[in-house]
């Protein structure tokens, strides 16, 4: 807590919702007007933003709720209710909240439509604190604030008027021993600069300088559409609530335009106010007991609330040991994670070597295959070229089976011219045989033998030898070979069947010699 002492002058912004008195708080705050740390937030009903703060406003509605009133009700409140006991709390907290949020700044504002109706409080306050307060009033035709309220709130138009010129009548009463000034909202949007410098002069106070800056800035600020619904646009209720309501902002553009006291007029009207009040005492008494007994409900379930909420206070501290807990595990597997990280790099490391060596030994596989190629291709061209060789002896053998074919008709004309010789050999033989049979060969037969031995088989052996080279020349070698055999086996199995052996002999002997 700051216990420096609270600046002398504070603007307190009054006026009814829906007025423009957020608008007119903006540009003052613009103008250096210190506003306090803990604003409200814009929201979608007012984007500009409320510049309510949002440590004092609550105080107001717990105050007008212990009143058994609200923000949306007319009438007005209890009679001295500022010399309730029970207000003392909320003015002790409203004091703090000041003393903390404004120690030390020269000129500082408060806007919160509430203020219209809680100003005695606020008195009180400035008081205590040595604060001088000085009141803007912000005027916007009823109608506007009333059309507003019923798009922003479902709020009727006749609750909009009532609630409008409630507002303005307690802002006029009780800001009368203020120093004062009264702004229209339309004249702020068409002329801010000259309204803010005739409202400096009539408070008495110093803004800051209107520089280049700031007026751009608050020409930013104020644009067309913070106005919603023109007068001229709307029409004209005829009804005990809109005669009050135009009689008011007739009085406030007289004070505001000629220089005319309203307070005659508000009086006045404040009577017939309050006629209209007791003619809606009943109700009003009836729709205020409701109104209490929902704030007890309300302060039970707040009760409950709040035992619900020390149950998730604790329910959250235990979820935040877990959480704690769950962040140990979450650092731990945070660096097994990192570990993770640097192997996978390791090891995508070693599959980049990896891939390099796979792509060198694609290369070597290519050159290989490229290898291979040329090598089939020269194998190809060696088989084409034995093929051609194989055909070539092909050749070359068929012209050697030809020229032996030619051989072999040469030799069956020299067998022919053979056999011809042997049969003449034969006959001869006959003859020889026969002239051996003689009895003069008989006789000399021994000598003859004796001489003749020597030439006989050299003849039998010349006459073999010449078969032998002839059968050798013509490749018939192996066949008269064949025949000799079958031959000789011929004669062995007929002289085994036959019991002359002599005629079998013989026929082998001459066979023989033909062969």
Known sequence: MDNGQVGDTAILVLGSHRSGTSATTGVLYRLGVELGSNLMPAMKDNP????????????????????????????????DWDRDPRIAPFRERIIQ???EEFANKPLWGLKDPRVCRLLPLWHQIFSEVQVTGKALIVIR?????????????????????????????????????????????QDLLQDWISEMRRVRDELGVEFAAFS???????????????????????????APQSVLADRIYDAMVAWRRDGISPTSACD??????????????????????????????????????????????????????????????????????SHAYKTIAGEQARAEALEGQLIGRDQEIRKILEREAISAAERQREHEERQQEHADAVHRIAQVA?????????????LAGLSNAEVR???????????????????????????????????????????LVWWSLTFQLPKKLRQRRAIQLKVQTDHLMQPSGVSVVKNETETMEKI
């Not at 030809?402 to 020299?414: C, F, G, Q, W």
């Open 48 to 79: 500009k933003g409320f510049y309510e703060h949002f440590g004092i406003a609550p105080i107001h509605n717990e105050l007008i709720a212990m009143l058994d009133s609200d923000w949306s009700d007319p009438c007005s409140l209890p009679q």
């Open 97 to 99: 909240t000041v003393q």
């Open 141 to 185: 035709p009823p109608i506007e604030v009333a059309l507003s309220l019923l798009k922003r709130d479902k709020m009727s138009i006749e609750q909009g008027l009532m609630l409008w010129s409630s507002h303005v009548l307690d802002a006029e009463l009780h800001s009368r021993r203020m120093t004062r000034s009264a702004i229209f909202y």
């Open 212 to 238: 280049p800056e700031i007026t751009d800035e608050v020409s930013n600020f104020l644009d067309g559409d913070l106005r919603h619904y023109r007068d001229p646009a709307v029409p004209r209720l005829y």
């Open 268 to 337: 006045e009207i404040r009577e017939q106010f309050s006629y209209i009040e007791r003619g809606a005492a009943p109700i009003t008494a009836y729709m205020r007991s409701r109104a209490g007994e929902a704030r007890r409900r309300a302060e039970n379930e707040l009760k409950d609330a709040e035992t619900r909420a020390e149950q998730f206070e604790s329910l959250v501290r235990r979820l935040e040991a877990e959480i704690r807990q769950a962040g140990m595990q979450a650092e731990h597997a945070e660096e097994a994670i």
């Open 402 to 414: 030809e020229r032996i074919a030619r051989e072999e008709t040469k030799s069956a004309v020299l």
């Open 425 to 467: 050999i034969s006959q001869f033989q006959h003859e020889r045989t026969r002239f051996l049979s003689s009895t003069s060969w008989r006789i000399t037969a021994p000598l003859r033998k004796i001489g003749n031995m020597t030439p006989s088989v050299f003849k039998r052996s010349l006459r073999g030898s010449v078969k």
